[in-house]
């Protein structure tokens, strides 16, 4: 639900001569809206709005940002914050967070939307902050949410303001403020991830909800199963709000018993919340995130892992392709020539993805996960690229000798006397077991050197034996 438009102290009182300085922008902000954390809630507000923290005790989960001793903590005790930007996933508690700042600190509270502000209305909070801190002395809290949806210019009106003092900014975002924020105003601000409230926390919120009567669900005879509240808190994945809403949804739609008591059993928790909806957004944090823990899980040999993040991408909606490409990459740079038959496993998967098409398509992305999975290790042909590159970009670029080259070029370097005194090449098949030493690199540098994983072992003997003729 949208934050009131302004909050201050329920004892403040206005100057006479406000209204006459400027009526047309504050007779709603001082008369009109009731404060954030009225305790008298709106009859129509959802269990999730009524249920927001009042202090910082209070708050869900972030212990590591809130607990007895910790930087924001002691910034909002001590009131000697200025711009901060909270993100993390849905149902967190940043919007709440911001609301117990502006309570604990004594600030009134202005709050607008990412998605639905513009620069006028920007400007005309910041106007009225400005008003208010010239005639009262208060300091204005400006809360934006989807603060990544605002474009440059809108996030470069704050800066001269967020400066100057008028107001403090916090910000809230589901998208990694390094990536989505401008620069400018992640740098003049303190940025905190807030993380999925545990579990435990959740079921403490739940069972807070179900005995507070003025504001949660405490008037009503309310008899709930801990394996409904533990189930509840289960599968909203971290999200309050979506515990509270399910909560709030399980207990309204119960039909009473003879004793007029509702009995929130596991099968109307499970009815509730049903299919549990898993935080992944397709081009953020959770995406690359994800995507990565797979393929290290590919690379420390650990197939549970890697098909449970596997499994967590296709219930997301993930590209399968995407999967697919990834599983190619992951079966040369990480397994190689320990087991050059990943290679094959990976293509083949992905060509049977294309060919049977979804969902069936799951069925060999699966199979190449645990193959890849399971495989000896190397990385030893990617690194000897690596090398090679290196010294290409250093400047180490060597001329191909006069025998290596094709025909028509040793021509030409003949005529120029070039390749006076040059060896010839040797043909290797027309020598015993199709080797015969000679330089194919000037200077005589190495860059691969196998390992003794799977197949690679075998590579390294004979490579060894090669060099050895050397």
């Known amino acids: 639900m949208p934050l009131p438009r302004a909050c201050h102290s329920e004892h403040s009182r206005t100057p006479p001569n406000l209204l006459e300085k400027n009526p047309s922008t504050l007779v709603s902000d001082l008369f009109s809206n009731p404060p954030a954390w009225s305790d008298k809630p709106v009859p129509v507000e959802p269990l999730a709005a009524r249920m927001r923290p009042q202090t910082l005790n209070e708050?869900?989960?972030?212990?590591?940002?809130l607990a007895p001793g910790k930087l924001?903590?002691?910034?909002?005790?001590?009131?000697r914050y200025t711009s901060l930007i909270f993100y993390g996933p849905p149902?967190?508690?940043k919007t709440s967070l911001a609301s117990v700042i502006a309570r604990t600190t004594g600030s009134r509270f202005e709050a607008l939307s990412g998605v639905e502000s513009n620069v006028a209305e920007i400007r005309a909070k910041i106007d009225q902050a400005r008003t208010w801190r010239e005639l009262r002395g208060e300091t204005t809290i400006l809360f934006i949410d989807e603060i990544h949806r605002f474009n440059k210019a809108q996030q470069d009106v704050l800066l001269p303001h967020i400066e100057r003092g008028v107001i403090r900014f916090i910000g809230a975002t589901t998208q990694n403020p390094y990536f989505h924020v401008n620069s400018p105003l992640v740098s003049r601000s303190q940025i905190f991830q807030l993380e999925p409230v545990p579990v435990a926390e959740v079921v403490t919120v739940l069972t807070r909800a179900l005995a507070d009567s003025a504001r949660g669900l405490g008037s009503l005879p309310v008899l709930a199963e801990p394996a409904a509240l533990a189930h509840l808190a289960e599968k909203s994945d971290g999200d309050v709000r979506k515990a509270l809403t399910a909560l709030e949804l399980a207990v309204l739609t119960t039909e009473p018993a003879a004793d007029g008591s509702i009995h929130l059993t596991l099968a109307v928790a499970e009815d509730s919340i049903q299919r549990k909806a898993v935080v992944y957004d397709m081009d953020g944090d959770?995406?690359?995130?994800?995507?990565?823990?797979?393929?290290k899980s590919i690379r420390g040999s650990d197939p549970d892992a890697a098909l449970y993040w596997l499994a967590k991408m296709l219930h997301a909606?993930?590209?399968?392709r995407f999967i697919a490409r990834r599983l190619v990459i992951a079966a040369s740079e990480d397994i190689g020539l320990a087991d050059s038959n990943a290679l094959h496993v990976a293509l083949d998967a992905h060509h049977a993805?294309?060919?049977?098409?979804?969902?069936?398509?799951?069925?060999?992305?699966?199979?190449?996960?645990?193959y890849l999975a399971t495989a000896p290790k190397s990385n030893t042909a990617y690194a000897a690229l690596g090398l090679a590159l290196a010294d290409v970009e250093n400047g180490r670029t060597l001329a191909v000798p006069t025998h290596l080259r094709t025909p028509t070029r040793k021509q030409l370097a003949a005529a120029s006397g070039e390749a006076a005194g040059a060896m010839e090449y040797l043909y290797p098949h027309d020598f015993e077991g199709a080797h015969i030493p000679q330089a194919y690199l000037?200077?005589?540098r190495r860059y691969y050197q196998p390992g003794d994983q799977g197949m690679e072992k075998r590579i390294k003997e004979r490579l060894e034996y090669w060099r050895s003729l050397q």
């Open 442 to 444: 000037p200077e005589g």
């Open 91 to 93: 149902g967190t508690g």
């Open 353 to 370: 993805l294309e060919f049977v098409g979804m969902p069936e398509g799951r069925i060999p992305l699966a199979h190449a996960t645990v």
């Open 59 to 65: 708050v869900a989960g972030q212990a590591h940002l």
């Open 286 to 295: 959770a995406h690359h995130d994800t995507i990565s823990a797979f393929i």
């Open 317 to 320: 909606g993930e590209d399968p």
């Open 72 to 79: 924001l903590r002691r910034a909002i005790e001590s009131d």
